[in-house]
Structures are given as C-alpha cells and as structure tokens.
C-alpha cells in the first residue's frame, strides 16, 4: 500500500493475519487489509514506530507482548447494544425461564455464560430479563458469567457505566427500576442489583478455556463469523462439553451450528438451539 503515512507491505500484512488467527481466531482476508491498516495506525504514532515491519517485530518479541494484546484488542469489533437481537431475550423470559425457576426454586445453582460479551450489555441484559420475571430469592440461585478476549473492554463493562443514549430502546420502566444516575453527565449505571448477578472474566475462546460448565444458557453471537470453520467445529463441539442437556445456545443472526456437532442440537427458533444430547456436560464446577 503506497501513499499511506506507514509502510505497509504484503509481508506485514501476512504476518499480522498469522498472529490474529494464532491469537484471536480472527481469519484476515486481503479484503480487510484497508482496516487492518487504519485500526493499526494509531498504535504505530503512539510507540513512535516508522513503519509496520516494526511494529510486526515488535508484537513477535517478549518485550512486546503487552502490545501484542493491544494489537488483538484493536482487531476486534466491540459492536453491540442492549436487547440486541431482542427474540434471543424474548425467547429466555417464555421458555428457558422455566427450566431456570424450577432449579432455583430447588436451591439449585444456575449459570449462564456470555461469551465475547464485549462492552457488557449482552450480559447485562440477560440479567435484566431474569430479574423481570423472579424474586430475589430465585436471583440469589443466578450466576452471569461475562468473557472477553479485550481486557480493556472488560474494565469497563464491569463499571456498568452507559450513555443515555446506549438506553434509547429499554422501557421507560426498565430504566428506571435498573439503572442509576451518576455523577457522569448523560450516564447512567446498571443497578447493584444487576451488576451483582455479572462476574466479568478474561477468556479467549479459541484457547483452553478455565471453565468446566454445565451452562443452563449460552449466548455466544456474532463471533463465530470472524473463524474459520475448522474453529467454528471447535467452539460448537467445546460449548457442547459445558451446556447442560436440554440448555440453550444462543447464537448470531449470520451464523449456524456447524459439523458432527450439529446433531445434539435442536433447533428452537431462528439462532436459538437446545442441547438434546450431552455427552460432555460436567458437574458444576
């Protein structure tokens, strides 16, 4: 690429599509090039780089391994809202809520897992649809765990800390019965109440995973579409492993479960599926 303030050979652009599938699972075709080129730019000015032979050998270094997260960081798209895809919501409060009150109300632990939950609204969300539909003491029986590959993301998805205008399309009375005014002007906060039901936690998704299960829900959306399939088959196969049987996937508008995986689901609505045959599902852990 010629004309650009940094230098920008086919090599590097090779070796940053090495590192970003090694790293992230992030398949980089040559159509991305361009983007890979304007989200990386700013961390070039910022080490004071001439150019991204430099910065390649930089991120390949030990010295350069916390930027080597900055790099994943400035690759990953962070797009969500409150209640996106809302029929995955619709769907928890009139059918997987039952199955949820049921354990809870035999003092049975409940877990849920956003995976890649970004900036925190998905889990938030879930959060919010539980706590419309049960008493506190059914809630205390709900844990919400919320990963991210982006620690940066995750520091402030755990402040719960929201724009006015990230809450346009709650309910006047969602708003105001979860959420507080800060001392931010135009922000306000997701309440104690909800915040206390989310542990946000590091977690890359195409590495070994801390995590055992079993999940009575999963919401993993709109992340599948950046792998390839060889890792598409893996995540679907992992995520079978920690869902309980007859748990939930929820997954993104463009993607499907694909591979000798796809059997032990059944599908419950556009995107939705419902684990029916467990093999892997562990105690909880």
């Known amino acids: ?26 398949e980089l075709n040559e159509g991305k090039r ?8 700013k961390r070039l000015r910022s080490l004071g780089l001439r150019d991204f032979s430099e910065y390649c050998s930089l991120i390949q270094e030990h010295e350069g391994a916390q930027e080597r997260r900055h790099f994943v960081s400035q690759l990953t798209t962070n797009v969500t809202k409150f209640y996106r895809e809302s029929h995955h919501f619709d769907h928890l409060s009139a059918h997987a809520i039952g199955q949820i009150r049921e354990k809870t109300r035999r003092g049975q632990p409940v877990r849920i897992w956003s995976a890649a939950c970004s900036s925190g609204e998905e889990p938030y969300s ?16 709900i844990k919400i765990l919320a ?18 205008t990230a ?57 599948a579409i950046y792998f390839p399939d060889n890792i598409q088959h893996d995540l679907w196969e992992n ?30 609505g556009a995107t939705i599926y419902q684990l029916t045959d467990a093999v892997g599902a562990r105690s909880n852990a």
């Open 126 to 141: 879930i959060a919010i649809e539980l706590a419309k539909h049960m008493t506190p003491q059914e809630l205390s029986h």
């Open 167 to 223: 809450l346009a399309n709650l309910a006047p009375e969602l708003r105001q019965r979860f959420f507080t005014e800060t001392d931010q002007s135009g922000a306000l906060q997701v309440s104690t109440e909800i915040r206390q039901l989310v542990t946000f936690r590091h977690l890359n998704l195409i590495k070994t995973w801390p995590v055992k299960g079993p999940f009575d829900a999963v919401f993993c959306r709109n992340v």
């Open 147 to 164: 990963t991210d590959i982006d620690n940066k993301i995750l520091a402030s998805a755990s402040k719960g800390i929201y724009p006015a």
């Open 34 to 41: 361009t983007l890979v080129y304007s989200r990386l730019a």
């Open 239 to 268: 995520f079978s492993r920690v869902i309980a049987k007859d748990g939930f996937l929820y997954i993104g508008h463009s993607e499907r479960i694909t591979g000798a995986t796809a059997r032990r689901f059944t599908s419950k």
């Open 1 to 26: 690429m010629s004309g650009l303030e940094f230098n920008f050979t086919e090599a590097d652009f090779r070796t940053l599509s090495r590192l970003a599938l090694e790293d992230a699972g992030i």
